[in-house]
């Protein structure tokens, strides 16, 4: 039980930062920064144009894999806690 409470505590973590990734690029552009390697210099910066689309659908999948995962093992815990119930 504790493991799946752990596992449960890491999807949570994976889904804020899957969320909060194009934010942090967004704030590391504005200050002046390289949005982590995608663009050393940003008046010279050539992105093709399938980047930001294919980054919005790794994030996206990525994130209702992650919710499916957490709602089975929701259901898991409950089922188990409803075995060891009394009533």
Partial sequence: MFLLRVIVFFILVSLVSILGYPLIIVYDLSNGGNAFGLCEDLVNCSIP?????RL?????????????L????????????KNNSIL
């Fill in 49 to 53: 144009i399938s980047e930001g689309p």
């Fill in 56 to 68: 919005l659908v790794f994030l996206i999948s990525a994130f209702f894999l992650l919710v499916f």
């Fill in 70 to 81: 957490l709602r089975l093992i929701m259901r898991y815990m409950n089922n188990i806690q």
